[in-house]
């Protein structure tokens, strides 16, 4: 009995062992499998890190004798989380068969820890490794070879994401990890969208089409709700899909990039933004040759003629806005080395990770981010650089018009409020938006800023 019981562990610690090493090498696909089904975000990393720990804690406790009927027990009780799940939504109509191997999987491995748990309440068997020992070379190597082919076979215990019938494999499902465990992404590329799937579904697929996307993750902040970019995001693109609908602004949306970013840099831009080909590949290249590089980093605008391009804004009031686009000749050869700029439109920018210093919580709607989060890495002690290769072309177009909230008083409250955290002098602000709006009803939203988020 001592062997039968010895081998039902060996047979149930390997899948174990699989799926959570799984989980380490890849943390995005544990975290996209429970996203999908339904998990809230904000319980997504603590329910795959203790999934993980719970595997690794069953994995070695089956190894050993003293240890291994609890770690028996605790195996069904995580076998019978992915079959209640995958039942529940089996049940669903239209829940279709996807959920059936899970079910199956579980179910297969729930046999092994059952026997042990039944038989090996008194005396679950020897340690693995002086059983192992014990045995004759010949079926050491047959348990060891069977080992192997069962740890390269498990699916492990992993939630499957369920996907359309006609869904192609996703690049990222053929890729192996260059190393077995991986803290992060080289690279994040995020984007802050509302209300735009057309956007969203040509720049991922763009991204997806023409660019290096080995070690990147795709990350899209929903400020709106929209069901079609969620489902395209999550079951087509194997991106990270946030919602973030409570307060509507680019400024709260594009922090979000940043926050839920598991890259070690971050690329983010619009939902309406392509990059020449090669443009991934030498930012990432970029920020694996300067880990230390706390700047900000962007590129030349180029207009839709594909030629014409924009390297910074000039601080130049125009419009209801401050910036107006100009063009350094430094920018035109893409090969020329970054050069300082005073500002520039933010439908794309980098930096690392833990370098971002964040709008100001207080931002709402569209406008006041242009040479606000500029000066605020200056006053950091970092520069602001146009590198001439990070080329981006923005659609500027909206023939069906402008979806998101789009009013003079939010750029007004914004500026205002980006200028008093700065310490820049308001009066500029306050005569410009006077062209458009009463100096009164200027005063007034001048005021309820500062009250509303005093410095």
Request: net charge neutral; charged share 20%.
């Amino acid at each position: 009995m001592d062997g039968v019981l010895a081998v039902a562990r060996l047979i149930l610690a390997v899948p174990f062992a699989a799926a959570a090493l799984r989980k380490l090498g890849d943390p995005l696909a544990a975290r996209r499998s429970a996203t999908a089904y339904g998990m809230p975000e904000r319980l997504v990393s603590v329910t795959v890190a203790a999934s993980t720990l719970a595997e690794l804690v069953v994995a070695a406790g089956l190894m050993v004798g003293t240890t291994a009927w609890p770690a028996a027990v605790l195996a069904l009780a995580c076998l019978a989380l992915p079959v209640v799940v995958a039942s529940v939504r089996l049940a669903r109509p239209g829940g279709g068969t996807a959920a059936l191997p899970t079910i199956v999987r579980a179910g297969t491995l729930a046999i092994p820890a059952a026997f042990v748990v039944w038989q090996g309440r008194v005396d679950p068997g020897p340690d693995i490794v002086s059983w192992l020992a014990g045995l004759p070379v010949g079926q050491q190597i047959t348990v060891v070879c069977a080992a192997l082919a069962l740890a390269a076979g498990s699916g492990g215990l992993r939630f499957r994401r369920p996907r359309p019938a006609s869904a192609p494999d996703s690049k990222a499902e053929s890729r192996t990890a260059a190393t077995l465990v991986r803290r992060q992404p080289e690279l994040t590329i995020g984007m802050a969208t509302y209300d735009d799937f057309d956007g969203v579904y040509f720049t991922l697929q763009a991204l997806r089409l023409y660019h290096d996307l080995d070690d990147t993750e795709l990350l899209v902040v929903d400020n709106y709700g929209c069901r079609h970019t969620k489902e395209l995001v999550r079951d087509w693109v194997r991106g990270t899909y946030v919602l973030a609908n409570d307060i509507a602004g680019t400024a709260t949306a594009k922090d979000l990039v940043f926050r839920n970013a598991s890259g070690a840099a971050v690329l983010c831009c619009d939902s309406h933004v392509l990059f020449p080909p090669g443009v991934v590949a030498r930012l990432k290249r970029f920020h694996r040759e300067n880990p230390t590089c706390d700047d900000l980093l962007q590129g030349p605008l180029v207009y839709d003629d594909g030629e014409l391009v924009s390297t910074h804004f000039d601080p130049v009031w125009r419009e209801q806005m401050w910036g107006i686009w100009a063009t350094d000749p430094r920018g035109l050869d893409c090969d020329g080395e970054p050069f300082d700029i005073p500002m520039q439109g933010l439908g794309a920018f980098s930096c690392r990770t833990d370098a971002w210093l964040g709008f100001h919580p207080g931002f709402r709607g569209f406008g006041g981010e242009e040479g606000y989060i500029h000066e605020k890495f200056r006053r950091a002690g970092r520069r602001c650089l146009c590198v001439p290769w990070l080329r981006w072309m923005h659609r500027f177009g909206r023939p069906r018009g402008t979806p998101y909230p789009l009013t003079v008083e939010d750029k007004l409250r914004n500026y205002v409020l980006g200028h008093i955290e700065l310490g820049l002098d308001l009066a500029p602000v306050l005569a410009h938006f006077s062209q458009y709006l009463p100096e009164g009803r200027v005063a007034r939203i001048a005021d309820d800023a500062v009250k509303g988020h005093p410095v």
